[in-house]
């Protein structure tokens, strides 16, 4: 069920009980700043979710209220996990939903990271 982005942040979503080591993850990548793990649905052959470690419900929350060293964390974060994966020469591909007509989910800050394959277009039509 996508959620509204401008919701307050809820501490029992699934990312905070990840961030907080009640619920497994997969993790590929961890620092002071973000934590990548293997999505549970992957949709692509690599398909990861880098989030920040801050309580931040979406890309309009982080951008809007994040210190400029958590969204410089965050952001060089998500390019060292694509360097990490080997997947800057075939390329790849960052998506953030963000509210409803997003579609987003989880209401904690995510960056979709996909690739391993040709992603075709960018939306389906
Ligand atoms: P979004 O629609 O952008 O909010 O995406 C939420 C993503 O979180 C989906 O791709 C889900 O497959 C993924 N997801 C939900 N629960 C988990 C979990 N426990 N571990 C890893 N990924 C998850």
Redesign the pocket.
């Known amino acids: 069920m996508p959620i509204d982005a401008t919701q307050p942040y809820d501490d029992g979503n ?1 990312f905070a009980r ?1 961030l907080r080591g009640e ?1 497994p ?1 997969t993790t590929v990548y961890d620092d002071e700043h973000a934590l990548a ?5 992957a949709q692509a052959p690599v398909h990861i ?1 880098v989030i920040p470690k801050g309580r931040y419900v979406s890309w309009d929350d982080f951008s809007a209220r994040a210190t400029t060293e958590e969204i410089a964390g965050f952001v060089r974060a998500v390019g060292r996990v694509a360097r990490d994966l080997g997947l800057v020469a075939p390329g790849y591909r960052l998506l953030a ?1 963000v509210g409803s007509h997003g ?4 209401p904690h800050l ?1 960056v ?1 990271l996909f690739g391993g394959r040709s992603l075709g277009p960018m939306l389906a039509r």
């Open positions: 699934i990840i619920l993850s793990f293997h999505d549970i649905t979710l939903n579609g987003q989910e989880v995510h979709h």
